[in-house]
T-cell receptor, first 113, second 112 residues
Framework: KAGVTQTPRYLIKTRGQQVTLSCSPISGHRSVSWYQQTPGQGLQFLFE???????NKGNFPGRFSGRQFSNSRSEMNVSTLELGDSALYLCASRPGVSGNTIYFGEGSWLTVV | GENVEQHPSTLSVQEGDSAVIKCTYS??????FPWYKQELGKRPQLIIDIRSNVGEKKDQRIAVTLNKTAKHFSLHITETQPEDSAVYFCAGLQGGSEKLVFGKGTKLTVNP
């Protein structure tokens, strides 16, 4: 069974631009969550989607948004990029939303210059 | 909401020694506590987990203990090896929202 797949793996953007990251969950998994990882802050929860609906949201500004499609694939978007948005963005999936282990993708490394 | 505190932030041990990482959580309704290992440049991977109806779980050299009364859980690695060097994250599943909240991580270094 294929794992969680994230694209692109690496990207460089300029301040003020916007970026879209994509995530394909493990087959059969309907929940997708997104995390931002930076050296000083660990794994910070962005949001979680289940059946195309946002179930949970972390404490990030409105520039960070996401969505989930009917095939459970998910995208997250960051608008008006700032230097501080440089981070590893990790997607994770699980079968449902109740007590299930989450499985991470390899992540998308975003550098904002 | 759930808050997970993890200590220490860095830990250095000699090969063959034991390593212990501790986490505390705030939400008494939390019922699931996984541990993830993240090697440099790689994804976090689940190494062991425990549910609130169990006090201890062991898998070869790795064990996790849970004290629900004190709201803390710990990861124990025995006979450490250089390949155990990584960042370890604990997490708690927040009751109600089912959101997984992570600690800030512990960088473990095992010196040969």
């Amino acid at each position: 069974k294929a794992g969680v797949t994230q694209t692109p793996r690496y990207l460089i953007k300029t301040r003020g631009q916007q970026v879209t990251l994509s995530c394909s969950p493990i087959s059969g998994h309907r929940s997708v969550s997104w995390y931002q990882q930076t050296p000083g802050q660990g794994l910070q929860f962005l949001f979680e989607y289940f059946s195309e609906t946002q179930r949970n949201k972390g404490n990030f500004p409105g520039r960070f948004s996401g969505r989930q499609f009917s095939n459970s694939r998910s995208e997250m978007n960051v608008s008006t990029l700032e230097l501080g948005d440089s981070a590893l963005y990790l997607c994770a999936s699980r079968p449902g939303v109740s007590g299930n282990t989450i499985y991470f993708g390899e992540g998308s490394w975003l550098t904002v210059v | 909401g759930e808050n997970v505190e993890q200590h220490p932030s860095t830990l250095s041990v000699q090969e063959g020694d034991s390593a212990v990482i501790k986490c505390t959580y705030s939400d008494s309704a939390s019922n699931y506590f996984p541990w993830y290992k993240q090697e440099l440049g790689k994804r976090p991977q689940l190494i062991i987990d425990i549910r609130s109806n169990v006090g201890e779980k062991k898998d070869q050299r790795i064990a996790v203990t849970l004290n629900k009364t004190a709201k803390h859980f710990s990861l124990h690695i025995t006979e450490t090896q250089p390949e155990d060097s990584a960042v370890y994250f604990c997490a708690g599943l927040q009751g109600g929202s089912e959101k997984l909240v992570f600690g800030k991580g512990t960088k473990l270094t095992v010196n040969p």
